[in-house]
């Protein structure tokens, strides 16, 4: 039932539906065949609809909200009346709005920089730019075309009936079109865990407070290494950092997009594999208790979660890396001697 009604789903009928009953309209209120330029409008304003639609991980109901207002203004514009060329320019200068805002509205305060949705926001900020560059160019050479042949007219339209169709799909399927899937799974593997909403800060005052506690946690972290500590613990770090529990744990979230357990890990983890570095020899056992693991299943887990693999296997595929390298350092140095 969920599924049945997601904002997606309604958006995609919505703008469907604005599509065929313009369409129909037009026809009967003007008992001819069609015009292509008003078609090219109907159409136009579907994908208006679609490309003001979310991607998966951006917010849902401020683009819900955009597509509504989009629709709606598709409507006033057919009640109204208006010329096509002018329906279709109204139309394109709101979509170019609402693009910038929806990019600009990401990156207000600076802790998204810094939250891991951010990569996705990176990458369907991009893939919207290129659907709303298609729309707006098709847009202009629609206005520039306007007194062409009615052939050339009649492409144009099949041309803004194709993006229409590719956009719907487009919405249908989430699609990245600019992002290979073997990319996609090798950022999913990267993130798996780690992904998460960054808790939004009540006002810019707590979100530079948060930013300063952030950079002292980071410090903390990098120099003493209490990580190391299997005890370690969130209340530990809290009065290291002079700070309470509760708001140690919000800030963690809110600027790194991880759980305190995850945040500790990641510095656990890290260190772990400069220890492999170092020898690759050495047993999983060891690492995780010279890491600040309670136990090798742990160690096991939190390694996969961040690496996407074992660290037996790891550490395997290292070795076979380091093997032809050492044949090469050492066949250079017998040149050199000869």
């Not at 690759?280 to 979660?305: D, H, I, Y």
């Not at 390298?325 to 000869?338: H, P, T, W």
């Amino acid at each position: 039932m969920k599924k049945l009604f997601s904002l997606r789903r309604i958006i995609r009928l919505a703008s469907a539906a604005l599509v065929i009953i313009s369409i129909s309209l037009n026809l009967v209120m003007s008992g001819t065949s069609p015009d292509p330029s008003k078609l090219y409008e109907f159409l136009f304003s579907g994908v208006a609809v679609l490309a003001c639609c979310y991607l998966p991980h951006e917010s849902h109901v401020r683009h819900a909200v955009c597509s509504g207002c989009m629709l709606a203004i598709s409507v006033a514009l057919f009640l109204l009346g208006i010329e096509p060329w002018l329906a279709v320019l109204v139309l394109s200068a709101c979509l170019a709005a609402v693009h910038v805002v929806f990019i600009r509205e990401k990156y207000v305060q600076a802790r998204f920089f810094f939250c891991n949705a951010a990569v996705w926001h990176n990458i369907e900020d991009n893939e919207r730019s290129v659907l709303v560059a298609a729309a707006l160019v098709l847009a202009m050479i629609f206005q520039i075309s306007l007194r062409c042949a009615a052939l050339l007219q009649w492409l144009e339209v099949i041309l803004v009936a194709a993006l229409y169709v590719f956009l719907y799909m487009y919405m249908y399927f989430g699609w990245y079109v600019l992002v290979g899937k073997s990319t996609l799974d090798e950022i999913r593997r990267n993130l798996r865990g780690r992904v998460r909403p960054a808790v939004p800060a009540r006002s810019d005052e707590e979100t530079r407070r948060m930013e300063s506690l952030f950079v002292r946690v980071k410090d903390m972290m990098e120099e003493s290494r209490p990580y190391l500590d299997p005890d370690f613990s969130e209340l530990k770090l809290a009065s290291q950092v002079f700070s309470n529990q509760n708001y140690l744990s919000r800030t963690v979230n809110a600027m790194s997009g991880m759980n305190f357990k995850q945040f500790v890990n990641s510095y656990r983890v890290q260190y772990a594999e400069e220890l492999m570095v170092k020898d690759p020899r050495m047993q999983v056992k060891e690492l995780a208790v010279m890491s600040g693991f309670n136990s090798t299943p742990s160690f096991n887990m939190a390694f996969k979660l961040f690496r996407g693999m074992t660290p037996g296997k790891y550490m395997k595929d290292m070795c076979q890396y380091e093997q032809p390298r050492s044949r090469e350092r050492q066949s250079s140095s017998q040149g050199k001697e000869q």
